[in-house]
């Protein structure tokens, strides 16, 4: 097809008024065209169809109309594959095999070209129609039938359709001739200018030009480099020719040849002794050098008395461990002991105080007997003094218990006043508490963000010098760990990680998002194994703290990413996070992708958008989730909002985060101090309100004293002229013997009170040496841990030192091996050179003085030369006719070549000229071509009053499309993209059309090329194509649409094709649908 395509821009010129011109001899005009157009096509079992046509087209235009599914495009497409094209062309397979329809074993596509006129190809084989029939089978494979009219088979190779499509000017890849479905919607979305150049090139043929001529000069360099490899055998040629010359001229020199071969075999024998020699000398000294070298003896020993420093260290630590190990254990057991001793004598001085205040409690109670006697005693001794009138102490005494009540009454009334105070104080004192905790939580809280913030700026400031340490401080360290543990082989395969580490953005505006849909996955890291997790788990331990370690996930590495293709989430208008992020590792993709599903969340910039696309309707394909450019979480029922807003890892400008971190510090800086003043200022007075309260609860407790006394007062008044005067001698004698108890008890009381202080002595001390071995036994397990760190550093230590002395052990024995081996080499050397000596003193007694300059292979060249001649010479001793015959011959041979060389230069210098004379005609063609595609697009877009322009740039090969609508020429804004969809597929049209004018082909397809017009441009577009279908009445137009086509005017040349929607079942469906999603 490439040598078909470079000729057909030059032949299309002959083609376009072979047919325009109307002859004598044919009669009329013909109203269309002769050859190359598609009068029929027939499918069977082609894609999900199981029998479409056969359609029959009419010679000017064609209008395929139907609905989705019917059909549309799979005309297409057969028609591609039906006249030899490849199924990537189509745009809707990858192979063959993918349009034959599910279920069956192949597929059948006819297409019948028309084939009249003078230009018909091989009329008399082919007739007036020319039949290609293709079968493809379920496997890929398919053949080609050509028929003639009448239905006979006339070739199934495929070079005689490519000749038919050569001469019928028919290009198949080429958008101009059949622009697809998907062809047309790419083009109609594309906005790079350079996309819209190589349309241009392509449609125009100036792009299959360019490539020939670039062939041309690639086959002309290797021309020329085919001519300079001529010449540098012209030289072996030309010297070949001077050896015989040299033969021819020294035919008298022969003796004189073997003179000079004898002294030359002597001067080889010496030479050969000299190198030796030379050789045995240099053995010699790097021998001694070797010999002499004692570095690596040297570092061994260094090194070696470097472990025996740490493993003494080591056994020292062991020791200082195991005695404190013993030492603890010993503690521990008097540890228990004086627990059981504590809980001993804490029991004793319990039971002990139990006694003293029994004792006590007794003494207390005999004192308030005794003092009830005295009073009873002085009652006895007052009431005998009394008068026989008892009715002035009665009054007396019912005055005195009125005014009492009256007294308590008033007391009663202040101890209600006094507990409604101390309620409220209560409850205020209550409230200024709970205010206090809230203000002490929140200041807690704002401490901790001021922390965070504080130690992500120092994170920040760290990693200007190392981005690692955004990750956290023990990172680099850590991977440091890990390289070293991987170089001793503890792991089986590398970790990886962080994660976060190890992807990059494709633009850096997702950075918020991304972290918030990866978490705490961008600290992970990746093992291959559990018994790599467990190494690295071991290596974690050094640098984090329990608990507050980096996740690890355990998934076997594989050396590809997965194939998603049928999970992934697919929009046209939003990307996934699998398609925003880059790996270099794709165990990081893989991971990512198992945990987190990242080929089924989408990135949608804006939070409205999201909600839309996510919760009206139905969430996309596949999609489960979605985030936005802010890094809120939305589902298709709820939505959570991101709860920071700057990239701590991702992040690129470190600049302007250190400076927001700065400012938020001393935004907390200066919430703490206000919150500190505040806190201050509610403690005092929760302070105040305790004071307060406390000072109100004694009044109170007076108070309640006091109607105690006066309660007691009043009952001992009321009660005191009821009882009867006692005995005097009688209670004087119960008071003599209670006094007697009263000291019994006392006694007991200030014995027990001794006990008491001896038995808190001794708990006192008890406890006081049990806190102190407790102490003792924290202080040597805290000493214990640390000289345990040092431990493991030492015996890292000591397992480099141990891998150095291997290394070092291994070089040394190289060296040693090294230097047996050069005295064995230097041995046989010297062996070697005493045989040379004595073979060459046979050779030439006498030794023979050779230039330093002459080397042996100088002189076995020139020996072999020498035989080499003599061996002719001797062989042709006396024919001298034959060495004068060969050097005839080499003379005529060296100048038939050399004159062939000299030709092909000079046929390269012209082929240089006719080459930039063909690129100057190619630059003029090239700007004609695109001059009339100029003035071909301005006159269309006159047509809808529209402005616009085309810019080529053949140096930088753009294509540049501006576009003004009517009423928008003040705007300034002539852009496409500044379009509506309908503006941007009309400009598009006119560009086709454009095409179509400077271009040849036999007939035209446009699939769906109005989808995304309104029906105003719609209908200005159908009238241009009708146009132009008039006046290129000799061409044949095929349209694909979707939409109705009841506006077209009713003419014998428009040709409507109305596709039914065909039955299919449920399974067809949807193998119609993956095929149409696979392409």
Known sequence: MSKRKGEALSKATAVKSRRAAPSSSRGPPSVSGDIGLIESITLKHFMCHHWLGPFKFGPNVNFIVGNNGSGKSAIVTALIVGLGGKATVTNRGMSLKDFVKSGENTADITVKLRNRGPDAFKRGVYGDCISIEHRISSDGCRTCRLKNKSGQLISNKKEDLTAILDHFNIQLDNPVS?????????????????????????????????????????????????????????????????????????????SEMKGVLENLKKAMAWCLVREKEQLVHQLKEDFEKEANNHKHRDNLQLW????????????????????????????????????????????????????????????????????????????????????????TEYSKQQKKISSLKEQLAQLETNCSKLNQEIK??????????????????????????????????????????????????????????????????????????????????????????????????????????????????????????????????????????????????????????????????????????????????????????????????????????????????????????CDFSIAKYLGGDLETEISMLETDLANHQAKLSRFHLHVTSVTEGIMNMERHLDSTVITLKKTLVSVNQVRASITELETAGKEHIDDLNTLEEVAQENR????????????????????????????????????????????????????????????RHEHTLTILETKLKAHEDNVQAMEIELAEREEELKECVVKASEISPERQQVSSSTSTRTIDTEITRLKRQIKVYESNHGEQEQVVREYAEALALYREKTNQVRDLRGFIDQLDNIMSDRQNRYKIMRRSVSVRCKLYFNNFLIKMNCCGSMVFDHN????????????REDDGVSDMRSLSGGERSFSTVCFMLSLWEITESPFRCLDEFDVY?????????????????????????IFITPITTSNLPKTSLIKIHQLQDPERSQSETMDEETLMTET
Not at 355 to 379: C, G, H, P, T, W
Not at 741 to 768: G, P, W
Not at 1015 to 1036: C, F, G, K, T
């Open 178 to 254: 059949i622009l697809s479905q998907e062809m047309c919607k790419q083009f109609l979305h594309s906005k790079s200018e350079s996309d819209k150049y190589k349309f241009f090139m392509k449609a125009t043929l100036l792009e299959q030009m360019k490539r020939d001529y670039m062939h041309i000069k690639n086959t002309k360099t290797v021309t020329r480099q085919q001519v300079e490899r001529q010449e540098e055998s012209l030289k072996d040629l030309k010297q070949e020719f001077l050896q015989k010359k040299e033969r021819y001229e020294k035919l008298p020199s022969f």
């Open 304 to 391: 070696q008395s470097k472990l025996t420093q740490v493993e003494k260290r080591i056994q020292r630590i062991e020791s200082r461990v195991d005695g404190m190990r013993q030492e603890r254990e010993t503690l521990s057991d008097d540890s228990l002991k004086m627990r059981e001793q504590v809980k001993v004598v804490c029991k004793a001085h319990k039971e002990q105080e139990l006694v003293y205040f029994r004792a006590l409690n007794k003494l207390k109670q005999s004192e308030k007997e005794q003092n009830l006697l005295r009073e009873r005693i002085d009652k006895a001794k007052t009431s005998v003094n009394l008068d026989n009138d008892g009715t």
């Open 424 to 641: 409220n104080k209560h409850l205020a004192l209550f409230n200024g508490r709970e205010e206090r905790d809230k203000l002490r939580l929140e200041e807690r809280n704002i401490h901790a963000a001021y922390e965070s913030k504080l130690r992500r700026k120092n994170q920040i400031l760290a990693s200007r010098s190392n981005t690692l340490k955004r990750f956290g401080d023990q990172v680099p360290d850590l991977l440091a760990s890990i390289a070293e543990a991987y170089a001793t082989g503890r792991f089986l395969k590398r970790p990886v990680g962080p994660i976060g580490a190890c992807i990059s953005l494709k633009d850096p505006v997702w950075a918020v998002a991304v972290e918030c849909c990866l978490r705490s996955f961008m600290k992970a890291f990746c093992c291959d194994n559990y018994k790599d997790e467990a190494v690295l788990q071991e290596l974690m331990c050094r640098y984090y703290p329990k608990g507050n370690r980096p996740q690890i996930i355990v998934s076997s590495f594989s050396e590809k990413v997965y194939n998603i293709h049928g999970r992934k989430a697919h929009h046209p208008e939003c990307l996934s996070v699998l398609d925003i992020i880059t790996a270099t590792n794709p165990v990081i993709i893989n991971c990512l992708i198992d945990m987190r599903g990242i080929e089924s969340i989408l990135i949608i910039k804006d939070k409205d958008k999201a909600r839309r696309v996510m919760q009206q309707g139905q969430p996309p394909k596949n999609c489960r989730e979605a985030f936005t450019a802010e890094g809120d979480q939305v589902f298709s029922n709820r939505y959570y909002t």
């Open 740 to 799: 007697q108890k009263m000291e019994v008890e006392n006694q007991t009381v200030h014995e027990a009170r001794k006990e008491l202080n001896k038995q808190r002595k001794a708990a006192e001390e008890v406890e006081s040496k049990y806190s102190a071995v407790r102490e003792r036994i924290h202080h040597l397990y805290e000493e214990t841990e640390v000289l345990k760190d040092e431990q493991l550093k030492l015996d890292a230590e000591c397992a």
């Open 956 to 967: 930088n090969e753009t294509l540049s499309i501006s576009v003004t609508p009517p009423g």
């Open 1013 to 1037: 017009m309104d029906m105003h441009n719609r209908r200005i577009s159908l009238d241009l194509l009708l146009e132009l279908s008039e006046r290129q009445h000799l061409r044949q137009f």
